[in-house]
């Protein structure tokens, strides 16, 4: 039996409540008021609750009563083509003091606390330099993050990038002796990532484009599809794909030779004549986002991952469940229903990798159908039961459960009250 907390993280709807402040709204579903959700599983019931996080951007906005600190589409600078990368590179020293701490992104864990997070600023709580809110846990207890440091660049007035793939000893902490790289490309999510047999093999969500971030804007948002799909006609899908990057180039390797050894996957990594390695990836599958794993077998082979299905619309209306090894995909749907990210949590004593459930939450816009929490049994994708809310709740972003003899320890400093 499910017992434990489903914590989730989001903001508000497209028709939001603390989204507009007096007369002024904000413009992109990264920018509203991060929204706490908690899902309590106990002796086959299901109890929901929610609440704002209060952050120092709520207590300011609220206590002003309009919005005072910028957001990622919405800045309080008048210029409407400004957001938050042209404040960062323009204005980065007056901008950290107030930089948002609205951290409506994800629920992440450091030791025994648990804390809300974003690509936001939380250097007050803990040591970090605007980290990602997609950190990963080793079996050791540790948590692995990534920092971020933003200076000017000088020189020439054009700076044109490949994309350079940096691999790092997570024990030397030092960055692998060959250069990798492939084609230039945007990465919303990590899958996995694991060795194999001399190789680094890891699977990625990636667009060719940033269209993808225009793509939530609520008034993209509050189209129908097939008008989004009409004004949206340079969107590029997310894309799942698979590199792998050789450990052991020997000298004599031939200039042109492609160094991955592996059967299972056509990816190609390519020695250039300056010895490095230029990547070629592996295509998956074509139009899954939001993708989750069995975290035992995080950076361990594995063979299933789980997203939300996105089909020309920024709204996702299916859950996949893709199987690596045979490239089929199985589906979950329901009409007028937008599953949220799918989490999945293991039988107790689970040996398959897919032994287990997916939760998801529900939203509908049909005001007449009531949101609900869905359970799916992992290995045949078919549901197992569903609760039903009775309150209004809006689509969430990410989230974790934390099983029933883990209780959390709500951090001090931050808390959604």
Not at 261 to 280: E, G, N, R
Not at 310 to 316: D, K, R, Y
Request: hydrophobic share 35%.
């Amino acid at each position: 039996m499910l017992r434990g907390l489903f914590g989730k993280n989001g903001t508000e709807s497209p028709e939001p409540v603390q989204a507009n402040i007096e007369d002024k709204t904000y413009n992109h579903w990264f920018d509203g008021m991060a929204l706490i959700h908690s899902f309590t599983f106990k002796d086959g019931e299901a109890f929901y609750r929610s609440k704002f996080l209060r952050s120092e951007t709520y207590k300011k906005n609220m206590g002003a009563n309009r919005i005072v600190v910028s957001e990622f589409g919405t800045m309080i600078y008048p210029d409407p083509c400004k957001n938050i990368f042209s404040k960062m590179f323009t204005h980065l020293c007056n901008a950290i003091p107030d930089f948002t701490d609205n951290n409506l992104i994800n629920i992440i864990r450091y030791g025994k606390d648990y804390y809300a997070s974003a690509e936001a600023n939380y250097r007050k709580y803990i040591a970090l330099n605007l980290a990602t809110a997609h950190p990963h846990y080793d079996d050791y207890g540790n948590t692995y993050n990534m920092g971020t440091s933003i200076m000017s660049f000088g020189g020439p007035k054009y700076v044109i990038f490949k994309t350079l793939i940096h691999l790092i000893n997570r024990t030397t902490g030092k960055a692998a002796s060959t250069k990798f790289y492939t084609d230039a490309l945007v990465i919303f999510h990590h899958i996995n990532a694991y060795e194999d047999e001399g190789h680094v093999v890891f699977d990625m969500i990636t667009y060719k484009d940033s269209n993808l971030y225009n793509m939530f804007y609520l008034q993209n948002m509050a189209q129908k599809n097939e008008d989004f799909t009409q004004s949206n006609e340079q969107w590029s899908p997310p894309v799942c794909q698979r590199f792998v990057l050789p450990l052991d180039i020997e000298k004599d390797t031939p200039v042109g030779s492609n160094l991955v050894k592996l059967t299972d996957t056509t990816a190609t990594a390519v020695l250039q004549k300056d010895k490095s390695v230029y990547c070629q990836p592996d295509t998956l599958l074509v139009g899954l986002e939001l993708p989750g794993i069995n975290y035992k077998f995080n950076s361990k082979k594995y063979r299933y991952f789980y997203g939300s299905r996105v089909e020309w619309s920024p709204h996702p209306n299916k859950l996949g469940k893709l199987d690596i090894v045979t490239r089929r995909c199985v589906e979950w749907t329901e009409e007028e229903c937008y599953p949220s990210e799918p989490v999945f949590v293991a039988s107790p004593g689970a040996v398959e990798e897919d032994d287990g459930v997916i939760l998801s939450s529900v939203v509908s816009l049909n005001p007449e159908k009531p949101p609900f929490m869905l359970v799916l049994d992992a290995k045949s994708f078919t549901e197992l039961a569903r609760a039903t809310i009775s309150t209004s709740v809006h689509m969430d972003l990410h989230g974790l459960f934390v099983p029933q003899q883990e209780k959390p320890q709500a951090s001090s400093q931050q808390g959604a009250e």
